[in-house]
C-alpha cells in the first residue's frame, strides 16, 4: 500500500558536530556517537532510490525561547560559551566541540519542524534523522551524548504554539528515555513509554516503578527488559501494553525516540533486534495510530552505534513509513534470524507482565 507523503529532515551540518572531545585516555578514535551511522542511513535511502520519493523538510534552529520551556537558562547559556571556545562538556558522557551549540538548535529545531508538518497536513508522516541525540537531556545537564532534549522542546512548542493538547512518546531506544520521562513526568496530557534494556543506561533509572508523579500518576510507562531479548520479547510488549496504551489514551500525536541500538550488532546494546523487527515495530505503530490520531506519526532518530547495521534498521523503518519497498535486501537478516532465544522467554513475558499491570492508570 502506498500512502501519504512521508516527511525526512536531515541536515548535512548534524554530521559536523564533534562528539569525540577528550572522551578517552586513549588513542585518538572515533567516539560511539559519530556521525557514520547516520551518513551511512542517508546514503543508503539515496542508494535504494527511496529518498528521492520522501517529501524533504526543511530545519532551522529552535531559539533560545524554544529551548527555555525545558531547559534552565544558566544551562543554555553555558552550552552556548562553551560551544563559542574549544567546547566542552555539557554533563555526563557528553562531550561537545565548538558549534555544537548552533548544531543543536538546528537538532531540536529539526523535530519541531517534522512535528509542525505532520500536524498541519504537509505530510502524513516525517523521520528527523537528527543529531545530537536528545532523550537523555535533562532540564539542567546533558546526558548521554544528548545536549538538549529534541522531543520534549518540540512537545512542548507543539502544544504552545499548534495546539496539540495529547502527544505520546513511545522511546525504542536501547537505553531508557529519562530526559523525556523527566520533561513530562507530572503531566498527564503526554503519555511517555520507554522499551529499553534493564539498568543500562542511565544507571537505576527506568524502573516500572517510575510512573509518574501528581496528576501525571499513571501517564510514564517503563517497560525495562532482561538483556539478550530479541523480537519475541518486544512484540509482546508492544502488543500486551504499547498498543493498549496508545488506544487508552488516544492522543492527537504519536513521537517515537527511534534508536536503533536494541539491534543485535550494536556495541552499546545487548538486543537482539533484526531490521524486520523494527520494520514489524513500526507497522504496529502506524496502524495504531491510524485508529487514533489519523496517522499522524514523527519518528525522531536518537542512538544507534552499529555503522554496519543501522542503516538496514532505518531502511526497513522508512520504507514501512513510506508504503514503498526497495531493492535492498538486508545481508545480514538470515543469520539474525537463527539466533537463539529469538522467541520470548517465561523471565522477559514476567517483565512485561509487570509493565503492564499499570495499564489500567492511563484515563
Not at 569525540?20 to 542508494?47: C, I
Not at 501494553?241 to 488516544?250: E, G, N, Q, S, W
Not at 536494541?262 to 514489524?280: I, K, T, V, W
Request: glycine share 12%; aromatic share 8%; net charge negative.
Amino acid at each position: 500500500m502506498v500512502r501519504g507523503k512521508t516527511g525526512f529532515v536531515f541536515e548535512e551540518i548534524y554530521l559536523w558536530h564533534d562528539a569525540a572531545r577528550g572522551s578517552f585516555p586513549l588513542e585518538p578514535g572515533h567516539h560511539f556517537e559519530n556521525p557514520e551511522t547516520k551518513r551511512r542511513f542517508r546514503d543508503l535511502l539515496a542508494v535504494s532510490g527511496l529518498l528521492e520519493r520522501l517529501h524533504p523538510i526543511k530545519a532551522t534552529p529552535a531559539t533560545e525561547d524554544d529551548l527555555v520551556r525545558f531547559h534552565a537558562r544558566e544551562y543554555i547559556a553555558r552550552i552556548k560559551h562553551l560551544s563559542s571556545e574549544r567546547g566542552g562538556e555539557a554533563g555526563e558522557y557528553t562531550p561537545f566541540g565548538a558549534g555544537s551549540f548552533e548544531i543543536a538548535l538546528l537538532a531540536a529545531g529539526g523535530v519541531m519542524r517534522a512535528i509542525e508538518s505532520v500536524l498541519t497536513g504537509a505530510v502524513e508522516n516525517a523521520y528527523a534523522l537528527v543529531r545530537p541525540p536528545g532523550h537523555h537531556a535533562e532540564t539542567a545537564r546533558g546526558r548521554g551524548y544528548c545536549i538538549f532534549g529534541n522531543i520534549a522542546v518540540a512537545i512542548m512548542y507543539a502544544k504552545v504554539r499548534l495546539g496539540v493538547a495529547r502527544v505520546a512518546v513511545v522511546d525504542w531506544d536501547v537505553h531508557h528515555g529519562n530526559g523525556t520521562q523527566q520533561a513530562f513526568y507530572a503531566d498527564p496530557s503526554v503519555l511517555t513509554i520507554s522499551i529499553h534494556q534493564d539498568n543500562l543506561y542511565p544507571a537505576n533509572s527506568g524502573e516500572v516503578a517510575e510512573n509518574g508523579a501528581g496528576a501525571g500518576v499513571g501517564y510514564n510507562l517503563n517497560i525495562p527488559l532482561p538483556p539478550g531479548s530479541g523480537g519475541g520479547a518486544y512484540l509482546a510488549a508492544f502488543e500486551r501494553l504499547i498498543v493498549p496504551a496508545l488506544r487508552r489514551f488516544r492522543p492527537e500525536l504519536i513521537v517515537v525516540a527511534s534508536g536503533l541500538d536494541a539491534g543485535g550488532f550494536d556495541p552499546l546494546g545487548r538486543m537482539m533486534l533484526n531490521s524486520e523487527h523494527y520494520r514489524r515495530l513500526t507497522q504496529l505503530v502506524l496502524e495504531v495510530a491510524a485508529e487514533v490520531c489519523g496517522g499522524r506519526v514523527v519518528l525522531v532518530h536518537e542512538g544507534g552505534y552499529s555503522a554496519l547495521y543501522v542503516p538496514f534498521c532505518g531502511l526497513a523503518i522508512m520504507e514501512e513509513m513510506s508504503g514503498l519497498r526497495t531493492a535492498i535486501a538486508d545481508p545480514f537478516l538470515e543469520g539474525s534470524r537463527s539466533w537463539g532465544y529469538q522467541e520470548l522467554q517465561p523471565h522477559q513475558a514476567t517483565a512485561i507482565d509487570r509493565a503492564a499491570a499499570l495499564l489500567s492508570r492511563i484515563k
